[in-house]
């Protein structure tokens, strides 16, 4: 009668195997976390988007203009009457006004009008080699983000 082997790891697989697994843990915590500037630029573009619309909703539930304000100097940005949220500062942002002219000084606004309508622009955000604009129709106040070009 021959002895049958019991199945199963040796004590030597399993150490070999948990040898291997910290290795390439150790390899991918130490690349730091995962992040796409892609993915990044795209939330920033909405997060502005949405306070711009928040803006619009107010200018006409409270029948009067409000305005979203940029101060390039901090890198942030604010509804009138909410505190300011700050952009990360790997992020560059230009504004436009609806003229298309870039602005000049430090501060920003887009505004919205009790009817619904704005002042119109765009603004674009970057990060890394993405960009992504956030524009703003004069005439309806609609907002819209895109890729920009």
Not at 32 to 58: F, T
Request: charged residues 20%; aromatic residues 4%; contains cysteine.
């Amino acid at each position: 009668m021959t002895a049958r082997r019991q199945a199963g790891f040796t004590l030597l697989e399993m150490i070999v195997v948990l040898v291997i697994v910290g290795l390439v843990l150790g390899l991918v915590l130490a690349r730091g976390p995962w992040r796409s500037p892609g993915l990044e630029a795209r939330a920033i573009a909405e997060r502005i988007a949405g306070a711009l619309r928040l803006a619009r909703a107010e200018a006409i539930a409270d029948d009067h203009a409000v305005y979203l304000t940029y101060d390039a100097a901090a890198n942030a940005m604010a509804v009138d009457g909410d505190s300011p949220f700050v952009l990360p500062p790997e992020t560059a942002v230009a504004v436009q006004s609806a003229d298309g002219a870039p602005q000049r000084t430090r501060i920003a606004r887009i505004g919205f009008a009790p009817d619904g309508s704005s002042t119109g622009g765009r603004i674009v955000c970057a990060r890394g080699d993405q960009r992504i604009a956030v524009g703003v129709d004069w005439l309806t106040g609609r907002v819209s983000v895109a890729d920009a070009r």
